[in-house]
Structure formats: structure tokens, C-alpha cells
């Protein structure tokens, strides 16, 4: 079958090794509608839960959706996995199976020892762009070029004081809690508050009221991006019709059903197949004992006891 087939077959599921430009990228489940990767080791049996999965697509007529990505942070196995390599695979996938369009939530985020932050938000006043830019994704309220320069504005501009400019006890509250050496808090950019103060915070133990303000210092800086235009956070992907392209080399593991594993002939010398390489043992079945079975079995059971006895 090819990947198209695989991958739209509305009633099965395929467990596929997927290889990419000479790479291994890892096992998955293919079917349904749905791309689902499992990790770079064999699993032992399907999942029954989507929890299970590190990364989940669901394909709705020419649309596929990012459903999940790295997001519990009980993946150990997934939190060590090079994204590249995936946004990659799809770039390759998507368009072989007919989708021109790629869209998700952009929920990425930074977790701390004691908080974490939603990097749509907070992490551009950091680095300026949002995470899936890097991978081709795009939004009009932060990828565009007016949005662009929007963006530069509010990073070079933004201070402390504008974040609270009407909430003066919240700001002498987050000057006592956190900022202990800067005389001149109230005029601090907005990015060197996160970097200098919220990061180091949230880095370190802290009592409870910390982690409180640490908490409404993060919801608020999102309020204030919203109230300034940046609340979509729906990214998108566009694919153009390329011919010659890129293809992944799909490996299909057929798990044998256990019934036809049992029941398999296996040949041997005696009926021409050669040397035997494998051994598959039936469980016997043993006939129900009736009467006539009884005397020949106790017949040939005395007749070897006789030869036996003429031997010694």
C-alpha cells in the first residue's frame, strides 16, 4: 500500500517504520485519518489511549491538524526528540497525501523548575518570534511585516511601568518580592524584567505567595499583548504542488495474528522444503479415551512388554 492509502484507510491501523533521507525517524501509527508517532523503539502493542502518543495528526478533508506535541511532560522519551526532523517528515507527507494546508494552536511553552510560560506570549519579548515561525508557520497577528514591526515596538518599549500603569500596589508588591538590587524598576524593558527577575524566580524554590506573583506577573503580560492585537493563536502552513520532491521509505510491521502463527506449516526435509530454520510447537490434542481405543492401546502396550521380555 502506499502512504496515501495508509494513512486514509477509514478502518485500519498500520504500525510503519519511517525513514527520512537515509534517517530513522521513528515508529507510527498510520490510519484512520490519522498520523500518530509512537517513539524511536518497536512498541509491544497498539495504544489505547492518545496520551500514549508523543505526536497525533488528524487529517480533515485537505486540512491537517497538529492535535499533539510533546505536550505531557511524562514523556520523557518525547521531550528528547529533535523536532526538526518531524516538521521535516511532514513537509514531505502532507502534500504526498493530497493536504495543502497544515494549521495548529500554538500551545508551545517553556517549563521551569517552579512555573512556566506560555512562549506565544511572554517568549517573543524574549527572542522576538514566535516557536513554529522557525518551522514555516505563519499568523497575522505575529508574522506579518506590520506585525513584525509591531512586535520590534512593543520589545524596545515596553516597561514595567507600562505593564502596571494602573495598578501601582501590584507594582510595588512585585518590586518587593522580586527586585531587590534596581533602583530605576519602573523604567526596566519588559523583556529584561522576564530575563533578569521572572526567569531567575521561577529557576529557584520559592514560598508560595512568590509563586502567586510569579503566576499573575506571566497572565498579565498576556493580557496586555491581547489588549494589543496578539491573540490569534491559530499558525498555518500553506503547501504549493511541487512534482519533484522529497519521499519518505515506509516500512509496514504487520503484527502476525496469533491464530495464524499457531496453525503456520513449516516445511521441512520430508515434504521438500529443505533445512528447517524454525520450530513451532502445537499445543496436542489429545482424542477422548473410549473403549476400543482402551484395548489397542493396551494391546500394543503388552505386546512390546512380551518382545521386551524375550530381549533381557
Known sequence: MDLKSLILN????????????????????????KISFFGDKMPTSLPKT????????EITDNTAYLDDFFLLQDKIDCTE?????????????????G???????????????????VLLNVGFFIKGRTYYEKYGFTNDDHTTPDAKERIVELRNTTTLNDLYLNDPDRLKEIYDELIVDNDNYKEMLLKDFILNYVKPAC????????????????????????????????????YPVVEDKLKPDIVIIEPEDEDEVKNKKIKTRSNGG??????????????????KNYKNYKKKTNRRRTINKYKR
Open 81 to 97: 526528540l529533535d523536532s526538526s526532523i518531524f516538521f521535516k517528515l511532514f513537509d514531505v507527507v502532507l502534500p504526498e497525501i
Open 10 to 33: 477509514p478502518e485500519k491501523e498500520t504500525i510503519s517504520l519511517i525513514h527520512l533521507d537515509g534517517q530513522q525517524v521513528g515508529y507510527f501509527l498510520l490510519g484512520k485519518n
Open 274 to 291: 529443505g533445512r528447517r530454520k524454525n520450530k513451532i510447537y502445537k499445543n496436542k490434542i489429545y482424542k477422548k479415551k473410549t473403549k
Open 99 to 117: 493536504m495543502n494546508e497544515f494549521k495548529l494552536v500554538d500551545e508551545s511553552y517553556i517549563s521551569l523548575n517552579n512555573c512556566s510560560w
Open 203 to 238: 529557576e529557584l524554590n520559592y514560598n508560595r505567595k512568590k509563586y502567586d506573583i510569579l503566576e499573575t506577573i506571566l497572565n498579565d503580560i498576556t493580557e496586555f499583548l491581547h489588549e494589543n492585537g496578539f491573540y490569534d493563536s491559530w499558525f498555518r502552513k500553506y
Open 50 to 57: 492518545k496520551e500514549q502518543m508523543c505526536i497525533s495528526i
